[in-house]
């Protein structure tokens, strides 16, 4: 059992270090704990990368249970956050640290 | 300051529950005092270094290191989990039995209160990372930190209230059912942590399988209220499962069960090495 998980971890690592490959079409950039862009669409019923680039000197928090994510992303760095296959629909998404000002849509069609 | 409050306060009754849940279930063990105090203190330094190295470790495995973390974090501690309940089916009867007189059975247990100590400082450890750098981006922006800091040691104080509010709470129940109740806690604290391990694993982009959204509870209860919150670290509510996190959280109750039900001593045949 436990050998199957392993191997299956590995083709899974194999599998998705392939895809990564192509990925990284999203960007997001948090400045003065807000996101730009505040809308992102991407394609709906497929995995999706967005990079959360943070260039406030504070760490926030990537959160958002509609999408499935919690992801620190310390200050002045950045962090790949793993989305879908989503519905079409509207996702939103919160800094946690920031909630008043920071807040963003992904909206998947 | 009551932002401040509220975000750490949030982030601190999940550890809180866990602190509480595990302080009842080893009620009546002998030394479980210090080695929960040692698992809160090693959870509060390991949070410190976790915040300190938070790029690096979102860095690691091609952007995928925090959410392997987290994984590991959980997956360690619901195998933690286990090791107690099956030790706690074995000795739960005689520590029931004898709680209040000190007697063998009581002072055996050193070896499942490592395991708790490890599960209080992994839940420590993870709210605790979070709680860290937030704190830490106040102090760092100056200007209106100070009111903002005091908040947030108020959501600690409030937290670990808390904590306490529980623990108190399960100390109503009574001596010969108390082990029953938190061992059932326990189980579902651990399927909860398991079906969350295995989405961080979705996160990272390892087990991609059968990630459909089962259903959306989202309109009558929100994984991100506080009510919401509470029931998702003590049962592992979660207001839009994935196919795999269900399946994962139904095999860890049942595992869980299987590991009691082998560990449960047959009468009049009770083998003395029990917990290896």
Known sequence: MRRALAAFGIVAVVATGAASARADDYVVTIKDHRFTPAEIKVPANQRVTITVVNEDATAEEFDSSALKVEKVVAGKSKGVVRIGPLKPGRYPFIGEYHEATAKGVVIAE | MLGALIIVFREVIEAGLIVGIVMAATRGVIGRGRWITIGIAGGVLGASIVAVFAGAISDAFQGAGQELF????????????????AWMARHGREIADE????????????????ALAIVVGLAVLREGSEVVLFLYGIMASGTSGSALLVGGVLGIAAGAAFTALTYLGLLAIPNRNIFSVTSWLIALLAAGMAAQAIQF???AGLVVALDRTLWDTSWLLSEKSIFGRLLHTLVGYIDRPTEMQLIVYVATLLAMFLLMRIARP?????IPAAAE
């Open chain 2, 266 to 270: 047959t009468p009049r045949m009770r």
């Open chain 2, 201 to 203: 694993l979705n996160n």
């Open chain 2, 99 to 114: 709680m209040g007189r000190v007697g063998t059975a009581v002072s055996e247990g050193a070896k499942p209160l490592t």
């Open chain 2, 70 to 85: 987290n994984a590991g974090v959980l997956g360690i501690a619901v195998i933690m989990l286990m090791w107690h309940n």
